[in-house]
């Protein structure tokens, strides 16, 4: 089963930008869609964006339409989320997700649909 590892969170100003890198470690990457999840205090994880295994699909919360944009690298195993204009309701633990069994996009927006998760990483947004 893949492992995933989230970095590139951090602390910016209401307006700035991060890019959010998951690696996925093992041979079968190409075999998961994988999302983008995310928990801030006191609230339950929500859906922010999803990529299909071909990355010929993709799928965005309302919240960050416009805004944020999700993507992958076969050669490199990692999946992206590149944030822009961020707000400071953007605050919150980030979390990336691999599914290996879906057979439609709901599935991308179910958090218990995901079978494998990384650790999370940091964003805080300051006004």
């Known amino acids: 089963q893949v492992q995933l590892v989230e970095s590139g969170g951090g602390s910016v100003q209401a307006g700035g930008s991060l890019r959010l890198s998951c690696a996925a470690s093992g041979p079968t990457f190409s075999n998961y869609a994988m999302g983008w999840f995310r928990q801030a205090p006191g609230k339950e994880r929500e859906f922010v964006a999803a990529i299909s295994r071909s990355a010929r699909n993709t799928y965005h919360a309302d919240s960050v339409k416009g805004r944020f944009t999700i993507s992958r690298d076969s050669v490199k195993n990692t999946m992206y989320l590149q944030m822009n204009n961020l707000k400071p309701e953007d605050t919150a633990v980030y979390y990336c997700?691999?599914?290996?069994?879906?057979?439609?996009?709901?599935?991308?927006?179910?958090?218990?649909?995901?079978?494998?998760w990384g650790q999370g990483t940091q964003v805080t947004v300051s006004s």
């Open positions: 997700g691999g599914l290996s069994t879906y057979s439609d996009s709901n599935y991308f927006v179910r958090e218990n649909s995901y079978n494998v």
